[in-house]
């Protein structure tokens, strides 16, 4: 096994590269995470220099050499310290292949991760713009950009192979108090709720105060369990800059707010109300007959509720349509590609991005999220919440729990703040 005094190495080997790492490598576990990557790959590895910060915020750099059985084996193990912001200490430009046709990527294109990430093009090291998971990157005009499939045409220059490239994986925080540093990817119901909520409405009020962006991705259990007043607070607050969602949040919203219902439940004692099996149905046939939901708005058909607080308070919301959906109304975008892109445009620039129980749009928005971006996912089912935030990130904060508890518990605590920064002015 190799160790930090291995010190033979058989240089004619030629399964073996020479790399270099620098960074918070240290206390962000990422050197720890490359050392037991390689040797459960039975690989092995070298160190010929290694220096390690001596003050919190100081940067380690460490060079090593990697080595496998196989170019096979050395591959996997190149492939791993690359994913962990490794580089060859050989500097190699990019390689650059052009597309066949329309939607079509050459081979071995490169897959990009969701971290920020810099290619080395023309001798100098540039950004790619608009990172996400599992896309490509394509050079114009000396611009390296992140792209889908189906935008590519035909003639792009498509980066292929992993020369060149260099990932920053997300490092933990300075900050001790930071809530993202409190649970990093773990879950769990058992964490204190009451510590918690705390955490969490200070990093919301010091992100607006910052004038961050803060997104809301939210499911219809927010009006099922009572917490739409919540959510419509923060909205009237201006402590949310968008909403994402689908059809069922806009219609159950709607429900409530015309006929106090969701699902045919009355919300304030949960009693199943006359006829309410049709209640979801009439609000969509409302929304038919104003023709829009600012039209509901205008007319004053509707007067309360997180849609009616979107439209006074002018939040841009984007409902994706699926293929379950009654009606669906006609604010909801059912070509599925136009709403991701309205989706992808309302998280340019996101800060904080609160995860609502809703699985199937929390996940769609993740895949399209850089990883320097702060999630927390909130859902009273474990396993939801683990494929939300499963993303290798110190970003995303997992919380087990009713949103119908803990959204009015985050506002009320917000209002307390609020109310405590007046005081002292």
């Known amino acids: 096994m190799s160790s930090l005094n291995h010190t033979q190495y058989n240089k004619s080997n030629k399964f073996s590269r020479e790399i270099e790492m620098q960074g918070h490598l240290i206390d962000s576990l990422i050197l720890t995470k490359v050392f037991s990557g390689i040797m459960d790959l039975d690989g092995e590895f070298q160190i010929l220099e290694i220096s390690i910060g001596k003050k919190k915020n100081d940067e380690s750099y460490v060079k090593l050499i990697v080595e496998g059985k196989t170019q096979n084996q050395l591959d996997k193990i190149l492939d791993l310290t690359h994913s962990l912001g490794a580089i060859n200490t050989k500097q190699e430009e990019i390689k650059i292949e052009t597309a066949p046709g329309n939607m079509i990527m050459p081979n071995n294109f490169y897959s990009t991760t969701n971290n920020e990430t810099k290619v080395f093009y023309h001798n100098k090291w540039i950004n790619v713009k608009n990172i996400m998971m599992d896309k490509c990157i394509i050079i114009k005009k000396s611009i390296a950009q992140c792209i889908p499939i189906r935008e590519i045409k035909k003639g792009d220059k498509i980066v292929v192979g992993d020369s060149g490239i260099k990932i920053f994986p997300i490092e933990r925080p300075r900050d001790k108090n930071n809530v993202f540093n409190f649970m990093t990817s773990n879950n769990s119901s058992e964490r204190p709720t009451n510590h918690m909520v705390k955490k969490v409405a200070s990093d919301i009020m010091k992100i607006k105060n910052s004038n961050g962006k803060i997104i809301l991705v939210a499911g219809p ?205």
Request: hydrophobic share 45%; net charge positive.
């Open 221 to 425: 259990a927010i009006i099922h369990t009572g917490a739409s007043e919540s959510v419509s607070v923060l909205i009237k607050l201006g402590l949310i800059d968008s909403i994402l969602a689908g059809n069922a949040l806009a219609v159950h919203d709607i429900e409530n707010s015309i006929l106090g219902t969701s699902l045919g439940m009355n919300i304030h004692d949960g009693t199943l109300a006359l006829h309410g099996n049709r209640n979801h149905m009439y609000a969509i046939n409302s929304v038919f007959q104003s023709g829009s939901i600012k039209n509901m708005v205008k007319t004053g058909k509707l007067k309360k509720g997180i849609m009616f607080e979107c439209i006074k308070n002018n939040i841009p919301f984007v409902l994706a349509g699926s293929i379950r959906d009654d009606g669906p109304i006609p604010d909801v975008i059912t070509d599925i590609m136009e709403a991701q892109e309205k989706y992808k445009k309302q998280l340019e620039n996101a800060d904080l991005v609160i995860m609502a129980s809703t699985m199937l749009h929390s996940i769609a928005t993740g895949n399209m999220l850089p990883a320097k971006v702060k999630v927390i996912a909130i859902d009273i089912n474990q396993t939801t919440v683990t494929k939300i935030i499963d993303r290798g990130t110190w970003q995303a904060l997992g919380i087990v729990s009713d949103v119908g508890v803990f959204l009015p518990q985050v506002t009320n605590e917000i209002k307390k703040i609020i109310n405590s920064n007046k005081k002292k002015s």
